[in-house]
């Protein structure tokens, strides 16, 4: 392979020349540029991006770690996530943590090992007595609920108001047996406590108790899940009318779940979900939904890992929680 020497060799200048026009150096009179380009077209020389980055201390790109690559959501903002990075000259490499505080924080260790540039951590498993783990020199940027005031860059979804809204929305529709279906910990602060405190303020804003057996606690945030979630408010006799659903893949299960009962959605039991997924358009009846904003999350969570990555003398960790707006479709009439 034609190394550097021999491209300056073919068009009589200096190593030094050929390096400065494959890093555009504005100082090189345009004859010489023409004539490097020239020798390089020539030889086929070809740039060792891997050594230049290694000299450069940058590799151009930048992780991603996701609780899971199979949930719809997450599938869709790291769709969100590349463009913007690649709008910026980045790569986007995708880790899976399993949700795992371990998992995460091996992720945030070895993103040098693994030459990222910089992390975006979708953190789960990780919490408050965690933030001096997270104060490291690698540019990271948190997406999560329980990392405020953490020493990194933070965005988090606006769960509780989001979910006040989609219960405020069924209320209005004359709703009164509001069931909800969520996963997680509720008791830890995590996006469960939080949209089930959002659902909880609506009914008390409304003059409503909450019945505790409307509440249907899943291990997970599954298709099935909010199926078999269904099925046993339905088996239990709870009498609802409406469920709010901590994420639109558990909606989708609800609204099956329903289905293999003989109810239907909106005529008997009205149904929202969170996250405004792409399916959350196409499933029948359409789901109704509360949309966090996704743009607004990608653009943000690239925008601050790039100006840590310019060393900003005057960074300082910014918290950020994103808006939305409730998507009325098919499922809640």
Known sequence: MATLRDVAKAAGVSPMTVSNVLNKHPHVRA??????LKAIDDLGYRVNVAARNLRAGRTNTIGFAVPEVESPYFGQLASRIIAKAHDAGYRVAIERTGASRENELSAIASSRTRMYDGLI?????LGPADRELLD?????????ESLFGAPVDHIALPNEEGTYAATTHLIERG???IAIVQGGDPDRLSVTSLRHAGYRRALAD????????????RDHLSLEDGRT????LVDAGAGLDAVVCITDTV?????????DRGLSAPAQVRVVGFDDILEARYSVPSL????????EVARLAVELLLARLADAPDWQPQDHVTGFRLVARESTG
């Open 206 to 217: 409304h003059g409503m108790d909450l019945d505790p057996s409307l509440v249907v606690q």
């Open 31 to 36: 004859e010489t540029r023409e004539r490097v």
């Open 251 to 259: 909606a989708l299960g609800v609204l099956r779940g329903l289905a």
């Open 229 to 232: 979630a269904a099925h046993q």
């Open 175 to 177: 709703c009164r047996r």
């Open 136 to 144: 490291t020199d690698m540019p990271m940027v948190i997406l999560g």
């Open 288 to 295: 109704t939904t509360i949309n966090p904003d996704h743009e």
């Open 121 to 125: 951590l979708s953190a789960v498993g």
